[in-house]
């Protein structure tokens, strides 16, 4: 019952890992405009222009991929979400649901070593080190 609230969370957290950032206009290694809703905030990484093309290209493409899968997420769970079902109740939707989760978490792992792949040495240790920070404070993974 909690590994699948955990697993649950870990993928929704997983899935929006990649923040919704905007394109600087005439920044070049500044942070995004309007930087971060919600996941990591990217200010301070040195993104550059490519970089965060590269990022928005990245995360768009995951969300493109989840969003039927959420779809089906919550179709299967009678549009409640985890939290509010019984014990009983995750423990009947999880063949169906945990199938659905695993893909999910599966695409945001492929994303973030897309993202991975183009950040520096030191970019990626921030990167790290703020999400460490997200879940320390009790936020969970990115979202």
Not at 1 to 25: E, K
Not at 38 to 66: C, F, H, M, S, Y
Not at 103 to 119: G, T, V
Request: aromatic share 2%.
């Amino acid at each position: 019952m909690r590994t699948t609230l955990t697993i649950l969370a870990t993928a929704v957290g997983l899935v929006a890992c990649i923040p919704a950032v905007t394109l600087a206009q005439k920044n070049t290694y500044g942070p995004p405009t309007g930087a971060f809703t919600g996941g990591i905030d990217t200010t301070g990484l040195g993104l550059t222009p490519d970089q965060q093309a590269k990022w928005v290209k990245v995360r768009d493409e995951l969300q493109a991929k989840n969003a039927p899968l959420r779809e089906q997420a919550r179709q299967a769970m009678g549009g409640k979400s985890m939290r509010d079902l019984t014990p009983e109740e995750r423990d009947k939707l999880r063949p169906k649901v945990q199938p659905i989760m695993d893909q999910m978490r599966d695409n945001a792992r492929k994303a973030r070593e897309e993202i991975e792949a183009f950040l520096t040495p030191e970019q990626k240790a921030k990167m790290e080190q703020r999400i460490k920070e997200r879940m320390q404070r009790g936020g969970g993974p990115p979202h």
